[in-house]
């Protein structure tokens, strides 16, 4: 299919995408070499190799693609749980009970952060939600999921970024600990 023909340049659709930002998403999760890391995605696990190098050894990582997995069995304790670009796909009632066995198979002081796609505002905001909608419509349904079900399965939020000119949000939680802002 040749974009140009709908009136939109393969650039701006260039501008849109993410891969160049991963980057970014490290430094706000800042990963130590000995994290034991599971990624949770979706249908490609861009942020893979970026991880790894992070990491003492590939021991340390483990991966799930939520769409090949009928029911995820963690079998070890996690220090870093990241939910890349599958929160948005999940109904409640899937997030709920993924939150659950995430909670119990998070090591004391673990942290889960979730890099999804967010709403910029304005016409940079009408303009990504008319790409996302033909490129990937659950997740243009799902733009503006709270953390209501987060709260409820006992995770806190610590503190968010707005990645990408507003287009990738990642947030950091936490179980059961006070907020930052509270404090």
Not at 34 to 41: E, M, N
Not at 115 to 126: Q, S
Not at 156 to 177: D, N, P, S
């Amino acid at each position: 299919m040749d974009i140009s023909h709908h009136g939109i340049k393969k650039s701006i659709l260039d501008r849109l995408r993410y891969e160049r930002y991963l980057l970014d998403v490290l430094k706000f999760i800042r990963l130590n070499p000995y994290d034991r890391v599971c990624i949770i995605y979706r249908t490609v696990n861009y942020l893979k190799s970026l991880v790894l190098e992070n990491l003492n050894s590939s021991e340390n990582f483990t991966e799930y693609n939520i769409e090949k997995e009928k029911e995820i069995q963690f079998e070890d304790k996690y220090d870093i749980f990241i939910l890349f670009l599958m929160v948005h796909t999940l109904g409640d009632e899937k997030l709920r009970k993924l939150l659950g066995d995430i909670k119990k198979a998070l090591v004391n002081g673990g942290s889960v952060f979730v890099v999804d796609y967010a709403k910029p505002k304005g016409i940079r905001g009408a303009f990504f939600k008319f790409v996302l909608n033909i490129t990937d419509k659950d997740a243009c349904k799902c733009l503006n999921r709270g953390n209501e079900i987060f709260s409820e399965c006992g995770f806190v939020e610590q503190k968010r970024a707005i990645l990408k000119r507003g287009y990738i949000k990642a947030i950091h939680f936490k179980t059961g600990l006070a907020s930052f802002k509270n404090l």
